[in-house]
């Protein structure tokens, strides 16, 4: 009788290891809309440039006189259409913040990202 119960105590183990490790996967590293195009990379718009890494990094540099950039992290939901971008708080400039903004447009070439009101965040091209 105890050697049963040790086996079946065992088999539940080794079921409850799998899943709980099938449930720690994450369908958040999608970064490509339905039609399979990645918005990783990077994209320009008039003397703005954007960056977006595979590891979720996010780098935008003004390329103005003075200089500015800004780094965070950012993420994107194809299915919503949703971008997500953590800006951290960098000196002299300014302060962290968190920023939603709606992917319009996204294929091979352009981007097009809107505010949540609806305003043109930024007409990018791929570089």
């Known amino acids: 009788m105890k050697k049963t119960y ?39 718009d008039g003397s703005k440039v954007m960056t977006l890494g595979t590891d979720g990094s996010y780098r935008s540099d003004l ?3 003075y200089g500015q950039y800004r780094v965070g992290t950012y993420s994107y939901n194809p299915s919503n259409s949703l971008m997500t971008i953590n800006v951290k708080a960098v000196e002299g400039q300014n302060g962290a913040y968190q920023q939603t903004l709606i992917v319009q447009t996204l294929t091979s070439s352009t981007l097009v990202l809107l505010y949540a009101d609806g305003d043109v965040e930024g007409y990018y091209t791929r570089q």
């Not at 994450?26 to 994209?43: E, L, M, P």
Request: hydrophobic share 40%; with cysteine.
């Open 6 to 44: 040790r086996f079946f105590s065992t088999i539940l183990c080794i079921m409850l290891l799998i899943v709980g490790a099938t449930a720690c996967s994450s369908d958040d590293d999608d970064i490509s809309n339905s039609a399979g195009t990645s918005i990783v990379g990077k994209w320009r």
């Open 63 to 65: 390329n103005d006189k």
